[in-house]
T-cell receptor, first 115, second 110 residues
Framework: DGGITQSPKYLFRKEGQNVTLSCEQN?????MYWYRQDPGQGLRLIYY???????QKGDIAEGYSVSREKKESFPLTVTSAQKNPTAFYLC??????????????FGSGTRLTVV | DAKTTQPPSMDCAEGRAANLPCNHS???????VYWYRQIHSQGPQYIIH???NNETNEMASLIITEDRKSSTLILPHATLRDTAVYYC???????????FGKGITLSVRP
């Protein structure tokens, strides 16, 4: 079955360490996205990529980095520069082919806790 | 994205219809209305979208007013598993990124 896989589901890291969250999709979608969600809040866009080897900053990109070397993969690195990294991170992908072009498929998320 | 307004929460009884409202008074003629839902600690799930006409699928129905300034998502027979946060989104422009606000929390009671 096609879908998006995020790993790991839970991640614990010490303060000051960089950590990379994995996101893989086999839907042949061109666009991929990273969102952050804090308790009781909506989703905030960190980075997005509409094509391989290209990506753009979202609303809260500071302290994060991404790469898009393959269509299927869009890893997110949470760097030590991110002041409050503890959050629920969600990856999504989409195709532009459907009417409106905004049908997103989300992964199951990674809950990052920095101690 | 065009601004949408949703009440923060609502509840309904299991087996009854849940009608979730959304205002999008600044919507333009070619902008779609999308609905997603997020069950606790999971990724959001696409439900339905529409432009002008009412839409129905296996999950829900979407009723869009004639002036397109508001819409209602209808879950015809709500179950406990429908308890979730429901997001109404109107994406704007050629860029395909969606903006998720706080949504409306639907609580289905037994």
């Amino acid at each position: 079955d096609g879908g998006i896989t995020q790993s790991p589901k839970y991640l614990f890291r010490k303060e000051g360490q960089n950590v990379t969250l994995s996101c893989e999709q086999n839907l042949n979608h061109d666009a991929m996205y990273w969102y952050r969600q804090d308790p009781g809040q909506g989703l905030r866009l960190i980075y997005y990529s509409q094509i391989v080897n290209d990506f753009q900053k979202g609303d809260i990109a500071e302290g994060y980095s991404v790469s898009r070397e393959k269509k299927e993969s869009f890893p997110l690195t949470v760097t030590s520069a991110q002041k409050n990294p503890t959050a629920f991170y969600l990856c999504a992908s989409s195709t532009q082919d459907s009417p409106g072009g905004y049908g997103y498929t989300f992964g199951s998320g990674t809950r990052l806790t920095v101690v | 994205d065009a601004k949408t307004t949703q009440p923060p929460s609502m509840d309904c009884a299991e087996g009854r219809a849940a009608n979730l409202p959304c205002n999008h008074s600044t919507i333009s003629g070619n902008e779609y209305v999308y609905w997603y839902r997020q069950i606790h600690s999971q990724g959001p799930q696409y439900i339905i979208h529409g432009l002008k006409n009412n839409e129905t699928n296996e999950m829900a129905s979407l009723i869009i007013t004639e002036d397109r300034k508001s819409s209602t998502l209808i879950l015809p027979h709500a179950t406990l598993r429908d308890t979730a946060v429901y997001y109404c989104i109107v994406p704007t422009g050629a860029n395909s990124k969606l903006t998720f606000g706080k949504g409306i929390t639907l609580s289905v009671r037994p």
